[in-house]
């Protein structure tokens, strides 16, 4: 059979009357799928279709990617800029410059009256990487607020966190060529038919021809689960036991690779009296896993030629979710499984341009993987934006959380909110309302004027979405694809790229900082920051990475210089002995005892609750829950529950519960 068919005769597909075919980069989750939207003669949008030769997909498009074209008619989307004085009043249709005087003025009083961080922003992960940039450099540089998160803070910190912890800088280390050269691979809370369709399709295939064996850690029986060679049920919130007691067993029966670990590691000392503690009897008890199977499983992967271990929200959202992340990095360094085809810990980032946000947005830190504690890296920056050092804060400012409970407390006064509806996606939402309600100013900036978030606000402000921009964004294996025009923003909408350069000609007043319209513009003093560093861009431009559908970094200026072809897959980090970003080249074996502070289900609270993913639609529904097609084929919220537990408890399917 041919992908459920019994006859290869080609599926037949409506004419669209497509006339033209542009390109762009799928605006959805981190996969990175390069994708043609289909004009009709009258320019309107009509069909997408996957593009064959991108490395990335090869032709193919999940079911969001498929009626992607569809976001630019979407119900909701605004046409004009609003305004009013109090958050529950109707809104007035307003001109550009009526509602950015507005968000500037009330800036400068908020800030005037209880000081510069009185005042946050919290941005995205949909944005394309020089909005990013520009957003960073007006936010450090201009206006001066520390409290300034995204909303990927929420899936990727614990990511960003452990690799730095390890590695001693952020950046995935593989890339979605390790499939195919891996000989085992371990998928820690990670549903990727379900998350990433297309990365599942490139994982499947390559076990298809290599015969590896697949190992699911997750409490849930998940699509992938179903498809595993092994399904670990793990209890909630025990990954770092697990990891701990496999280790315990590939040091007990010298299966680490000593030889890796005495030229790149440090540590490895206190990790191995750590580990000494999860004996596989003592961890089953905590984990929930047989100590046979944890034997198993610890001596196929030692044993594996390459070994290669994936996690998304599982790890990331998890109440320790860095040290799940280290735990994944100590297993790789042992075993000497970084750095080499098929041997790697690959984070599969969330959204579509989380990886922009970490690598150049300056939320949690600055430019380029600079970091706000860094005397040098102040200097540098402040003297490449033309600002003063001083105006720099010295350390990171609060999480997108803790800003919701600053605002509650009184300590912020104001916000912006860019591309994102912390009502719909966030917990506690009454808490959340409460807190919006106290605000003083709150401005929001979003292609949708309906959102939970924008009734709350003072200002609002019509953004393009996705394809009606000009940009790059950065995929899960490193890899800038770009994003051109396809449409136009409807109504008076304009891009985040214009928005941030109109706000900044007002804290710009004397022109001191350089604000550059265009994005390839953009991208090129990108470039020039990057020179020298781990996520070294100088090699490339847009019509490059264009022409390459995708180009990895690093890719430097001198590589393109000498003839180099740009990577376009395959190119991974820490490949020569003692490459890691620590001043001595060598990553770290952290100890990981485990913190037994997990909320567990008693007498009031019974039942787990462990949240997923649909492949339909895409977070919070924001954008999917607008298309007509992704709601057909899942129109309504719904949770599953163990049949057992249904049964106990008179449940019926299809009824409601609460």
């Keep these: 059979m041919l992908f459920g068919r019994s006859k290869k005769n080609p599926v037949r597909i409506a004419d669209k009357g497509v006339v033209e075919w542009k390109y762009a980069a799928c605006g959805y989750c981190s996969t990175g799928c390069s994708i043609e939207v289909g004009l009709n003669a009258e320019?309107?949008?009509?069909?997408?279709?996957?593009?064959?030769?991108?490395?990335?997909?090869?032709?193919?498009?999940?079911?969001?990617?498929?009626?992607?074209?569809?976001?630019?008619?979407?119900?909701?989307r605004g046409l004009e800029p609003k305004i009013r004085d109090q958050w529950h009043q109707p809104w007035q249709p307003t001109d550009w410059d009526t509602a950015l005087d507005r968000i500037h003025d009330e800036i400068l009083r908020i800030q005037e009256k209880h000081g510069r961080d009185s005042f946050a922003v919290i941005s995205t992960g949909q944005m394309l990487t020089e909005e990013f940039y520009t957003l960073g450099k007006l936010t450090r540089g201009l206006i001066g607020t520390n409290n300034y998160d995204g909303n990927t803070t929420l899936c990727m910190a614990s990511a960003v966190s452990g690799y730095k912890r390890s590695f001693g800088s952020d950046g995935p280390p593989g890339c979605y060529e390790d499939f195919e050269h891996t000989d085992l691979l371990i998928a820690w809370g990670s549903n990727l038919p379900e998350q990433h369709p297309i990365i599942y399709w490139r994982m499947k295939e390559a076990q298809e021809k290599k015969g590896f064996p697949l190992i699911v850690v997750d409490p849930r029986v998940t699509m992938l689960a179903q498809n595993a060679d092994i399904h670990l049920p793990i209890t909630p919130g025990t990954d770092v036991v697990l990891q701990n007691a496999l280790m315990h067993v590939i040091l007990k029966e010298g299966l680490q690779d000593q030889d890796y670990i005495d030229a790149n590691t440090n540590g490895f000392e206190d990790l191995k009296a750590e580990v000494e503690k999860y004996d596989p009897t003592t961890a089953a008890k905590i984990c929930g896993i047989d100590e046979d199977t944890i034997r198993h499983v610890a001596r196929r992967f030692a044993s594996a030629g390459a070994a290669m271990q994936i996690w998304t929200m599982g790890i990331?959202?998890?109440?320790?979710?860095s040290d799940g992340v280290v735990g994944i990095n100590n297993l790789a360094l042992i075993t000497g499984n970084i750095g080499k085809p098929g041997g790697t810990s690959l984070s599969i980032t969330g959204q579509c341009n989380a990886m922009g946000t970490r690598e150049w947005s300056s939320c949690s830190g600055l430019p380029n993987y600079r970091y706000l504690e860094i005397p040098e890296h102040r200097e540098e920056i402040a003297k490449f934006w033309n600002i003063d050092e001083e105006f720099l804060p010295r350390k990171r400012g609060m999480f997108q959380t803790d800003i919701y409970h600053a605002i509650e407390s009184g300590q912020i006064k104001g916000l912006w909110l860019i591309a994102t509806n912390p009502m719909s996606s966030l917990p506690n939402t009454s808490r959340i309302r409460k807190a919006m309600e106290k605000l003083e100013f709150c401005a929001v900036q979003d292609c949708y004027e309906d959102t939970e978030s924008a009734q709350y606000a003072h200002?609002?402000?019509?953004?393009?979405?996705?394809?009606?921009?000009?940009?790059?964004?950065t995929n899960t294996e490193r890899r800038i694809n770009v994003v051109k025009p396809i449409a136009e923003p409807p109504g008076q909408a304009k891009p985040d790229l214009w928005i941030f350069n109109r706000m900044a000609e007002r804290f710009n007043r004397e022109g001191k900082v350089v604000f550059p319209e265009k994005a390839p513009d953009i991208f090129l003093e990108m470039g020039q920051l990057s020179v020298g560093r781990l996520s070294d861009i100088s090699g490339m431009d847009h019509e490059l990475i264009e022409k390459s559908r995708g180009i990895q970094w690093p890719y430097t200026k001198d590589e393109k210089d000498s003839g180099q072809p740009p990577p376009r897959g395959g190119r991974r980090l820490y490949t020569e002995t003692a490459s890691f970003r620590y001043e001595?080249?060598?990553?770290?074996?952290?100890?990981?005892?485990?913190?037994d502070n997990n909320e567990v289900p008693d007498e009031k609270f019974p039942v787990w609750l462990?949240?997923?993913?649909?492949?339909e639609h895409w977070h919070g529904r924001t954008k999917t829950g607008k298309i007509g097609n992704n709601n057909k084929y899942s129109p309504i919220p719904f949770i599953e529950i163990n049949p057992d537990l249904c049964a106990e408890m008179g449940i019926q399917r299809g009824e409601y519960v609460r």
Aim: proline share 4%; hydrophobic share 40%.
């Design 584 to 595: 001595d080249g060598r990553a770290k074996l952290i100890p990981l005892p485990f913190i």
């Design 610 to 615: 462990n949240t997923g993913r649909l492949i």
């Design 459 to 473: 200002v609002y402000l019509p953004a393009g979405t996705w394809a009606e921009k000009e940009g790059v964004m």
């Design 43 to 76: 320019g309107k949008a009509v069909a997408s279709r996957g593009v064959a030769d991108a490395d990335v997909n090869r032709g193919k498009l999940c079911l969001k990617g498929i009626f992607e074209h569809e976001l630019f008619d979407s119900a909701g």
């Design 316 to 321: 990331n959202q998890s109440t320790h979710g």
